[in-house]
DNA sequence: CCTACCGATCGGTAGG
DNA sequence: CCTACCGATCGGTAGG
């Protein structure tokens, strides 16, 4: 019996449990995410593990709020600095293509692949993924209608359709670099916001 | 125990799991197609399910050759009318998000859907899927070449970058009508198409 | 946080 | 093609 551990320990524990569990539903997905394997992983007992959580649901949910941060981090609050309009825009996609380039997880994007995984399921997993998927999209809006506002872009730009383009070639970059692991992918996919965005350093 | 049965019903019955194990796996994943649900759903035992197949590996990869023949039953072959070069590759195009737009499989775009999920893994599954991807961009980087080589393209075309963005809107129309269920997303699709491809009717 | 369980389900086999 | 199994693993619980 471990002796029983402090509020600081505990806090500390269930974030390896979690950083962990994103690493291994970033491959096998939030199904294939189990208790036992996350418990092997971490050395401790399925049961240790689930008393943080509760039941797998909670866990599936609390690594979803884990993927949020990590993606908060490392992609919208990079670009913060820019100026609001093309050149914020830019620092958000470069970063987010970045992001995708260096994969810190080891299946890719987290996001990417659970919104695979769940598209044709309902329930509290999935909608929890809709909501950051919802929330992202969003910010892109923001970005490009701003940028159209201050006449970074065209006034007669389709803000909906640009979004798409974005997240398409974002989708497509992933594709190309967990899937086939074609490395000229990032070339690709920087053409192509080179298409949308037009040449960085300039208005 | 059920009477011995003909070649032709062994066949037809052999069909009807692979149908129906398509049909899950567009949902569930390739890893998420279980034998016990197979057999349920055809009404046989998990034993009789095996029988055919031997291992559920083998299962996986007569469900990877099903999904083959559908796609290349919906795509590629109600194309082959138009004359190549660019209308062709319109053709195929437009019969491309015509099937994602029907979406006769519950789950949306089935390769799509496996390769998110063997991104991340090894073996002949994993080969499999990667075979047939590799198969399709190949037919689109004949059809963009002959475009060009014709001269309804550009001669400077990228041909890789342009198989890229063709990819991409395809794997954005899934991901936001499976996903996000926006009817809107054909409309998206169809004006990215329009914008690499040019106007349908003229050359 | 552990050990020691639970019933359900997994892929697969034996034997007919 | 079936019934009747197998060991392994699933999510989860009891009790400490």
């Not at 992983?41 to 993927?67: D, N, R, Y």
């Not at 914020?88 to 692949?113: D, I, K, M, Q």
């Not at 329930?123 to 209608?145: C, S, Y």
């Amino acid at each position: 019996m471990s002796p029983r551990k402090s509020v600081v320990e505990t806090r500390h524990t269930r974030r390896r449990i979690l950083d962990r569990g994103l690493e291994i539903a970033s491959v096998e997905g939030l199904e294939g995410l189990t208790i036992g394997r996350l418990a092997a992983e971490t050395g401790m007992s399925k049961a240790g593990v689930l008393g943080h959580f509760g039941t797998k649901e909670s866990l599936q949910l609390a690594v979803i709020e884990t993927a949020a941060e990590a993606f908060a981090r490392e992609v919208p609050q990079r670009a913060r600095d820019a100026r609001p309009g093309l050149p914020r825009l830019r620092a958000v996609c470069e970063a987010w293509v970045s992001y995708l380039e260096r994969s810190p997880l080891p299946g890719g994007c987290f996001f990417t692949a659970v919104a695979a995984e769940f598209d044709g399921r309902s329930g509290p997993v999935r909608d929890a993924i809709a909501a950051m998927n919802t929330l992202w999209q969003r910010e892109l809006r923001i970005h490009v209608r701003r940028a159209v506002s201050v006449g970074d872009l065209p006034e007669d730009t389709d803000v909906d359709q640009f979004v798409y383009d974005l997240v398409a070639t974002m989708l497509a970059l992933n594709h190309f670099l967990q899937f086939q692991r074609d490395q000229r992918a990032s070339t690709y996919a920087r053409r192509a916001l080179h298409r949308l965005l037009g040449k960085p350093g300039h208005v």
